[in-house]
């Protein structure tokens, strides 16, 4: 079982940029991205469920950044607009064999699989 993180980079405050997640080995019931940023704690962006579970934003990214699954690539989507300075970080995929009730998908914790991390530096 792998996850295979690509995308991000550097972009302009306002600007776009996404990140992909791509799963090998099995399908999971939930797949998430966290972040962490310089000095700070990894915290919860988003996660998405398979079999038509639900989409869960971290209050700080809702109405910018959207997660989508690609079920035949087994990949997820994560596309940043409206980017800001602090949403500066490593961002990291992580995936959990079964789903999580959306209580629970902000704890890394709950998480078996992590990805490598990918930049996204917004420069303002």
């Known amino acids: 079982v792998q996850l295979q993180a690509s995308g991000g980079g550097k972009v302009q405050a306002g600007g776009s940029v996404s990140v992909d997640c791509a799963a090998s080995g099995r399908t999971f019931g939930t797949t998430a991205w966290f972040r962490q940023g310089p000095g700070q704690e990894r915290e919860f962006v988003a996660s998405?469920?398979?079999?038509?579970?639900?989409?869960y934003y971290a209050d700080s990214v809702k109405g910018r950044f959207t997660l989508s699954r690609d079920s035949a690539k087994n990949t997820v989507h994560l596309q940043m607009n409206s980017l800001k300075p602090e949403d500066t970080a490593v961002y990291y995929c992580a995936a959990r064999l079964n789903r999580l009730v959306a209580t629970a998908v902000d704890r890394p914790c709950r998480y078996d699989y992590w990805g490598q991390g990918t930049l996204v530096t917004v420069s303002s």
């Open positions: 998405i469920n398979s079999w038509g579970g639900g989409t």
